[in-house]
């Protein structure tokens, strides 16, 4: 059984930055496409990055491209997410997803495991 442990969110001033992260225990990410996605308040769930170590391959959506950095700590089997020059539009609950396959997708319904979540605020 995967578990997620996630952590890093907190409220921040426009323009700072954040580190979240993404603790996988006992899974090898050799072995796992990790992404992260986010749900702001009365907005769908959207898909921001994704990483598989194995295939040395990340992927972003548009909006977050060069702000945001998805990496990975192979000797922690911890992925980070990166969040720089933060805006208010940034806020929501930040979600890590796994599944036990090596190629990414941005699709929430292509993930079995979840994070609890953590919340970025960005408000002045």
């Known amino acids: 059984q995967v578990h997620i442990v996630e952590s890093g969110g907190a409220l921040v001033l426009p323009g700072a930055s954040l580190r979240l992260s993404c603790a996988i225990p006992g899974f090898s990410l050799d072995t796992l496409a990790v992404a992260w996605f986010r749900q702001a308040p009365g907005k769908e769930r959207e898909g921001l990055a994704c990483?598989?170590?194995?295939?040395?391959?990340?992927y972003y959506v548009d909006s977050v491209k060069g702000r945001f950095t998805i990496f990975s700590d192979q000797f922690e089997d911890t992925v980070y997410l990166r969040l720089n020059s933060l805006k208010p539009e940034d806020t929501a609950v930040y979600y890590c997803?796994?599944?036990?396959?090596?190629?990414?997708?941005?699709?929430?319904?292509?993930?079995?495991?979840w994070g609890q979540g953590t919340q970025v605020t960005v408000s002045s």
């Open positions: 997803a796994t599944d036990q396959r090596t190629w990414c997708s941005d699709r929430e319904n292509q993930y079995t495991y």
């Open positions: 990483i598989s170590v194995p295939r040395g391959a990340e």
